[in-house]
């Protein structure tokens, strides 16, 4: 909501940008520095997976995220970005790591078509939807799947404050290189501005982020991802009660689909993962019996 207001103030995606990414990155790197430096040393040879993630997975993820909410509303923008848990879901079953089940399948349908209705349920309905915003906010959402696979792959071998502090300082150096800071209108920061600026890069930057990585330890991406998804129908509430967007009755009904679409995979997950675990139990007295068996003889 603050990105959006800050927006409608003449304020340009990639200005807001350099400030979040910078200051996000300034902020895990000192708080490293003072509590764990440990965690700051990292091979040479992986600086370049920390640049690549910071330039896919932060730079394109956000972007392209700031550029569709300059051109559509804040639910339709985190709708659509946030149809990345079927694009992990979809990667998992080609990447063999998940099994596509008949309930993902229903989820993924019910949650897309959550999005569709959020997007003819405005007023005006697709003519009122903007094409390249909603391109944009499309890219964000292969960038945050990006960011989701990626950044898992590196909790292999590092911390996750560690991946965030070197994605974030690579990413705030790509976004001064394009959008250099001696062209930023100084003068226009007052210390209201400045507020929002620490407030995006802290509470709504290195928090949700850090704790999000921090959860693919734990749980599979799309599991992750899910979660995350009650964001956009929380956001466009808060933007139906702050910034007043209308929230039609099809709208509302695409934003209880979405609910109802990561719920209910969210459901399937666990009771396939208590399926496997009941498959395994049964599966270890056969085990003990051929096991004495072997030793006996």
């Known amino acids: 909501m603050v990105t959006k207001y800050l927006l409608r103030h003449q304020m340009r995606p990639d200005e807001l940008l350099i ?24 091979n040479r040879r992986d600086l370049f997976y920390f640049a690549l993630l910071g330039a896919i997975g932060l730079v394109a993820n956000q972007g392209f995220y700031y550029l569709a909410l300059s ?87 590092y911390d996750p404050r560690t991946i965030m502090t070197y994605a974030f300082l690579f990413a705030g150096l790509i976004w001064c290189l394009i959008r250099p800071l001696w062209t930023l209108p100084w003068s226009n920061y007052d210390l209201g501005t400045w507020a929002f600026f620490f407030y995006l890069a802290g509470v709504a930057t290195v928090l949700p982020f850090g704790l999000f990585l921090a959860s693919l330890r734990y749980l599979e991406a799309s599991r992750s991802s899910l979660t995350s998804m009650l964001e956009p129908v929380v956001a466009a509430a808060v933007a139906w009660l702050w910034l007043n967007e209308k929230m ?50």
């Open 248 to 297: 039609g009755v099809w709208q509302i009904i695409g934003g209880i689909a979405v609910l109802g679409g990561v719920l209910l995979l969210q459901v399937e997950s666990l009771l396939s993962l208590r399926r496997r675990k009941r498959e395994v139990e049964s599966l270890a007295p056969d085990f003990d019996k051929n096991y004495r068996r072997s030793v006996q003889s």
């Open 19 to 42: 400030f979040r990414t910078s200051l996000a990155g300034f902020i895990l790197l000192i708080w490293l520095g003072l509590s764990s430096p440990h965690l700051l040393k990292v």
């Open 71 to 157: 051109m559509v509303s804040v639910g339709y923008a985190l709708l659509i970005q946030y149809l990345a848990p079927v694009f992990l879901m979809i990667y998992g079953v080609v990447s063999k790591t998940e099994r596509m089940t008949r309930g993902k399948l229903i989820a993924a349908c019910t949650a897309v078509g959550g999005c569709l209705l959020m997007v003819l349920g405005q007023q005006g309905g697709i003519a009122r939807a903007s094409l390249v915003g909603g391109v944009c906010a499309l890219g964000s959402a292969l960038g945050f799947t990006f960011y989701t696979i990626y950044g898992k792959r590196g909790l292999e071998r």
